[in-house]
């Protein structure tokens, strides 16, 4: 489908630099090739897109009575799967769709669908770029966090084996001086019984 839907694009494309109306049938025709395979698939979201993409084409083609219907009938599969950019697409296509028919009134209503929907979406991509934002600073905030107490850790580490080399070199220099008492004693001892002889 994807293959029959990128011809069809730029099928489209070619049309809007051409101004040839031959292409545009020719994207139709690509993206009704895409809709058939997406139909037996039951690929809602695909069915939802082609109908978008067949309902502009024929919008531009003049047939705007058939673009309405393709239009509603993608707004039914938008809906069915919560695809609130295509709903937009839909209503957007719509309110331009009846403007051409000169039902002003639907156009109008179509419009403030998609002024809604538009809003939506956009408060929705704000809340969800500030919960990615809370979430990064909160992951920032315990990375410090931890960072601080690894540092704590660290510091107290040190003190702590300075601590143990201080008690060891007093040991050790206690050991020497009762080694040195112990030795001066013992030659003390030795001289004066020396004497005495």
């Not at 083609?61 to 919560?82: C, F, M, P, R, S």
């Not at 007093?170 to 030795?190: A, E, G, K, S």
């Amino acid at each position: 489908t994807a293959t029959y839907n990128n011809m069809g694009n730029i099928m489209f494309e070619k049309s809007m630099l051409t101004h040839n109306q031959d292409f545009l049938s020719r994207a139709v025709d690509y993206h009704f090739q895409a809709l058939g395979i997406q139909l037996k698939i039951e690929d809602t979201r695909g069915i939802a897109h082609s109908y978008i993409n067949i309902a502009g084409i024929k919008d531009k083609l003049g047939k705007t009575v058939e673009a309405i219907k393709d239009y509603e009938l993608a707004l039914t599969y938008a809906k069915e799967e919560d695809m609130r950019e295509a709903a937009k697409s839909c209503y957007e296509g719509l309110s331009n769709a009846y403007e051409h028919t000169g039902d002003y009134k639907n156009g109008l209503k179509y419009f403030k669908l998609f002024n809604d929907i538009k809003d939506s979406i956009l408060d929705i991509a704000k809340s969800e770029q500030l919960t990615e934002m809370q979430t990064k600073y909160e992951a920032d905030k315990q990375a410090k966090a931890i960072e601080l107490l690894n540092k704590d850790k660290t510091l107290s580490e040190t003190k702590a084996a300075r601590q143990k080399l201080w008690i060891y070199t007093i040991i050790v220099v206690l050991i020497l001086v009762v080694t040195l008492i112990f030795i001066l004693y013992n030659r003390y001892r030795f001289k004066s019984k020396s004497e005495k002889k």
